[in-house]
């Protein structure tokens, strides 16, 4: 599962990669969406569509 380093949300479609430089030693890569508007809708699908746990919360 890749995660967007910018805003935090997990990246459905394609990914941007980014590659830490060799010289800063062994880094995980790291991924993006691919651009802006991707990460504005990645936010708005997230609150659009609440997780199980937090309907869960909400029957409470
Ligand atoms: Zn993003």
Known sequence: MKRCQAC???IDGE???IVPD???GARPTLYRHLKAEDCTAAK???IATPSPLQR???RL
């Open 44 to 46: 708005r699908e997230r």
């Open 15 to 17: 990914a941007r990669e």
């Open 22 to 24: 060799s010289g800063s």
């Open 56 to 58: 869960q919360l909400r």
């Open 8 to 10: 935090g949300y997990v």
